[in-house]
């Protein structure tokens, strides 16, 4: 599993085309786990980090005939659930900008209130 003392690219170049799928697959649900949980910061902070690992997966295990055997189902079930991650991960940002302004506006009232109390 990719820790912390890894970086993701040494961590694809030392295992096996499997093994770096499934860390991408644990990210993947993951991010599901923490969007369930409504834990949008580290549903947007996987997204980067599962980001990086297809990244570096693919540089390391590119699709061609030697990888085809591999790929043949795998691709195409990552393929159809990209579009939802992707709008997880649009959620997720959005609920963030949502808190942020409600933290603004809140912070907003409170220096208002203060303002009024003083006057």
Request: no cysteine; hydrophobic share 40%; aromatic share 8%.
């Amino acid at each position: 599993m990719l820790n912390a003392t890894d970086s993701t690219a040494n961590y694809t170049a030392n295992h096996s085309i499997q093994d770096s799928w499934t860390v991408i697959e644990t990210m993947t649900a993951s991010m599901k786990n923490s969007a369930d949980g409504q834990n949008w910061f580290d549903v947007v902070e996987r997204a980067a980090a599962r980001h990086s690992l297809v990244m570096a997966h693919f540089d390391q295990f590119p699709v061609g005939p030697e990888n085809a055997e591999f790929y043949r189902e795998r691709l195409g079930t990552m393929l159809i659930g990209e579009q939802d991650l992707q709008n997880l991960v649009r959620n997720a940002r959005k609920s963030l900008m949502s808190e942020g302004a409600m933290m603004t506006h809140g912070h907003r009232a409170v220096g208002a209130y203060l303002d009024s109390a003083r006057g």
